[in-house]
């Protein structure tokens, strides 16, 4: 109980304390990915860490910055996380220091650096090596055994022989895959009765780390790093409209259960939508943004080409934003009955 009069004044935290929260939010995700599908992630957060800080210092030698607050701040650290997350663990090691390289150098120093960056960094980063090298990105590990590690690394450093016999398909790019080659012939209850990828809720350990992700996400709700307007409203999107084309055609749609379990939704929903930078400021704006954001990912996820469009989703909408905060400005208090004062003195 509080024992000191009002006004109950917070604390300002600090951009490292933020962060460092929001690394740690990430780690139980990080456990549940490593445990199912090996220790390669953790080799590619090492790489796009390490670039990330290589990055950033140079830029900010090259601006004249001071280096020290900056790379403190680790905010590169976290854009390097979430980068390294959206992306497949095996992918060569070029491919996560080029997306990283586009998002710290490109889309964050270049628009001005941390607080005025348009478009969301990571997810930038994401965009450039999907569409430059979508091959290699198709390219996900299945559950892995204690003794797949060898092999990880191997294509980690680019030896790719015998990587067919590592890789396999995501639970949305073979539910997709799956559905179009049946050419209406097929289910998605005959596709997801597939034991070795599916699970309960998803693909199969593809949910628990969804679910250290939720985990990580609450965290942050509850220590108020973020308002729940983002992941509320992304999550609700996501579920009203994969609810409603799944009650429409069952046998065509997977149910809303699937979809938030299933690809980027809880990674995007808890930690990229909620970008304080590139997302709408205003409460009502960032339910619209949120909103926009899933829709679009469920859209592109479904009929699109990609097999997940959380990083497409985020970036149109950060297109948005500016027009989204226009129109959603909360009144100024007072300013309402100021001007019904004015009115009456008017009269």
């Known amino acids: 109980m509080i024992d ?19 690394l740690l939010a990430l780690v139980p995700g990080i456990a549940a990915y490593v445990w199912w599908f090996g220790p390669a992630i953790l080799v590619q957060l090492a790489i796009a860490s390490a670039t990330a800080l290589a990055a950033e210092a140079a830029m900010l030698g090259l601006r004249g910055k001071p280096m020290g607050p900056a790379l403190a701040d680790l905010s590169a650290l976290v854009t390097a996380w979430l980068l390294a997350l959206t992306l497949p663990p095996i992918v060569p090691w070029w491919l996560t220091v080029v997306a990283v390289l586009f998002a710290i150098v490109v889309a964050k120093h270049l628009y001005g650096g941390l ?5 969301n960094p990571a997810m930038v980063g994401f965009a450039v090596v999907i569409v430059s090298y979508p091959a290699l990105i198709s390219q996900w590990p299945g559950i892995s055994g204690p003794d797949a590690f060898a092999a990880q ?20 790019d073979h539910l997709k895959t799956a559905l179009k080659l ?22 199969r350990g593809w949910e628990w780390v969804g679910l250290g992700y939720l985990a990580g996400g609450l965290f942050l709700v509850a220590r108020r790093i973020m308002t729940w307007h983002v992941p509320a409203a992304y999550l609700g999107a996501m579920a009203v409209l ?3 084309l799944w009650l429409f055609d069952g046998a065509s749609f997977a149910s809303p259960l699937f979809h938030l379990f299933s690809g980027g939704t809880l990674l995007g929903a808890f930690f990229i939508a909620t970008d304080p930078v590139s997302g709408s400021t205003t409460p009502r704006g960032k339910l619209l943004f949120a909103a926009g954001a899933a829709t679009l990912a469920y859209l592109i996820r479904v009929f699109g080409g990609y097999p997940d469009g959380v990083a497409f989703g985020v970036l149109l909408m950060n297109l948005c934003v500016p027009l989204i905060d226009m129109y959603t400005q909360p009144p100024i208090f007072g300013a309402k009955a100021m001007a019904e004062l004015g009115r009456k003195e008017g009269r």
């Open 4 to 22: 000191q009069p009002a006004p109950y004044l917070l604390k300002p935290a600090s951009v490292t304390r933020v962060m460092a929260q929001v």
């Open 115 to 119: 607080g005025q960056n348009p478009f």
């Open 153 to 172: 690394l191997d294509a980690i450093l680019g030896h790719r022989a015998g990587l067919d016999a590592l890789t396999g398909a995501t639970p949305l």
């Open 182 to 203: 049946a050419e209406g012939n097929g289910s998605v209850a005959a596709v997801l009765a597939d034991a070795g990828i599916y699970g309960p809720l998803g693909g």
């Open 242 to 244: 994969a609810g409603a």
